[in-house]
């Protein structure tokens, strides 16, 4: 099956500690994005990569870091610099059409939580 | 400022009971308009994308139009599987897509 796959589902993490979240595509993507989603709000962009070995801060990319090493992962770290960690965190990565549209596609979510 | 403003923040719906959820938008340039649906604790799917005022999409019970300032999505005798917050984006950046806050459908037997 082709597609965007997160891990894990839950994450919990405890006071100082640092936390990586897994996101894996085999869509053959060139750009991947993670977004945060809190209730009540929209989903804001976190980081992006639109090639291997480059990537860009998004709108509230403090306390976060990521890294692209492969076409297929986008694993995001979030560390004991990000003091409200607690929300719904999505990755996606997009395809363009011959026309040059781009389309993206999300994974299943991974939710932290913070003991 | 790009922005996106969705309405209304929920709705709730008897079954067979059709409606349009509102995406209003204001982004310099657009380059398409996204529909996705989001159920509770999962990653949003992919609906529609439109790109010209005009343009009008249409999945089963769901039918996407856009205009120069907003997009509406009819939802036609709607069943209570099509509940499920509905989200709009437009492209920002970066290729970052700017959402709206989401309409939380509700649709009871």
């Known amino acids: 099956d082709g597609g965007i796959t997160q891990s894990p589902k839950y994450l919990f993490r405890k006071e100082g500690q640092n936390v990586t979240l897994s996101c894996e595509q085999n869509?053959?993507?060139?750009?991947m994005y993670w977004y945060r989603q809190d209730p009540g709000q929209g989903l804001r962009l976190i980081y992006y990569s639109q090639i291997v070995n480059d990537f860009q801060k998004g709108d509230i990319a403090e306390g976060y870091s990521v890294s692209r090493e492969k076409k297929e992962s986008f694993p995001l770290t979030v560390t004991s610099a990000q003091k409200n960690p607690t929300a719904f965190y999505l990755c996606?990565?997009?395809?363009?059409?011959?026309?040059?549209?781009?389309?993206?596609?999300f994974g299943p979510g991974t939710r932290l939580l913070v003991l | 400022e790009d922005q996106v403003t969705q309405s209304p923040e929920a709705l709730r719906l008897q079954e067979g009971e059709s409606s349009s959820l509102n995406c209003s938008y204001t982004v310099s340039g657009l380059r398409g308009l996204f529909w996705y649906r989001q159920d509770p604790g999962k990653g949003p799917e992919f609906l529609f994308t439109l790109y010209s005022a005009g343009e009008e999409k249409e999945k089963e019970r769901l039918k996407a139009t856009l205009t120069k300032k907003e997009s509406f999505l009819h939802i036609t005798a709607p069943k209570p599987e099509d509940s499920a917050t509905y989200l709009c984006a437009v492209p920002g950046g970066g290729g970052k897509l700017i959402f709206g806050q989401g309409t939380e459908l509700s649709v009871k037997p």
């Open positions: 996606a990565s997009s395809t363009w059409d011959t026309s040059g549209r781009e389309t993206q596609y």
């Open positions: 869509l053959n993507h060139d750009a």
